[in-house]
């Protein structure tokens, strides 16, 4: 495997000691904001595994589940943050989510849970699973969903948990967009459900606006998003914030 760095060309070997981060859900996961050349600016401690399981320089597109839609999301606004003030971390992205999709679909035993399973075994060989970033839900809005998420959210969190070896592995769900009338029942239900899964924690979206369709954010309201999970990570892990005020 070859690994890129922008500053010092190619290596033979990538870093062994990355902060990983799983990224699933559905569309507002995978991004959709315009990608502005802000978001091309590269971090030499920011990686992203590709969809060839290869480890280059992050930067937007992280995902690649729709090429002719996919943009911004919240994974490159999560790793600036996380960094900010800790000039020891190193984290690798492992992009897996896919618009569209629903909860059941996410479940054990289906093809999107095999396939984030296997690439995050790929890519903790280059270092050690920290968090797992979730947002989904406009795929599970209708009120009988609603009724059953927690339990279902539950079962899933912890049997990839399991099988990823990583059972006390920090998991961070964030808010629909209030934009969307469709998903209020779901965001009141939201906070309680976060509540069901140990070392969980939920992130507003509070005063985030959409791109235009009142179903995706803005790429702005994506790097807020990010920045808004990487408070809510660090307040759920101590070594995190150990770590960022040294």
């Known amino acids: 495997m070859l690994f890129f760095t922008a500053r010092l060309g190619f290596a033979e070997v990538p870093p062994n000691n990355l902060q990983l981060f799983l990224l699933i859900g559905q569309s507002n996961m995978a991004g959709r904001g315009k990608v502005e050349p802000q978001d091309q600016v590269i971090d030499p401690r920011i990686f992203m595994f590709t969809k060839e399981q290869q480890w280059v320089p992050a930067k937007d597109p992280l995902h690649f589940d729709k090429p002719k839609m996919v943009g911004v999301g919240p994974g490159m606004g ?3 943050q996380l960094l900010a003030g800790n000039s020891k971390l190193t984290v690798g992205l492992i992009p897996c989510a896919v618009g569209g999709t629903s909860l059941d679909q996410w479940q054990a035993g289906g093809k999107l849970y095999a396939n984030a399973v296997a690439r995050a075994r790929e890519a903790m060989k280059q270092g050690q ?3 797992i970033l979730w947002h989904q839900g406009e795929a599970d809005s209708s009120p009988e969903k609603v009724a059953t998420y927690g339990k279902r959210f539950a079962a899933m969190i912890t ?3 399991q099988d990823l070896h990583a059972e006390n592995v920090p998991v961070v769900m964030g ?5 969307r009338t469709a998903s209020r029942e779901f965001n009141a239900a939201l ?4 509540k069901q899964v140990p070392l969980c924690a939920f992130v507003s979206a509070e005063s985030l606006t959409d ?3 009142k179903l995706h954010f803005d ?5 807020i998003f990010g920045q808004r999970y990487a408070a809510a990570f660090l307040k759920l892990t101590p070594l995190a914030e150990s770590e960022k005020s040294n």
Do not use: T, V
Request: proline share 4%; no cysteine; charged share 35%.
């Open 211 to 213: 791109k235009g369709d």
């Open 175 to 179: 808010e629909l967009g209030r934009f």
């Open 159 to 161: 049997q990839l948990r």
């Open 191 to 194: 906070p309680e459900i976060s």
């Open 78 to 80: 999560f790793a600036r």
């Open 219 to 223: 790429a702005k309201s994506q790097r």
């Open 129 to 131: 699973l920290a968090g």
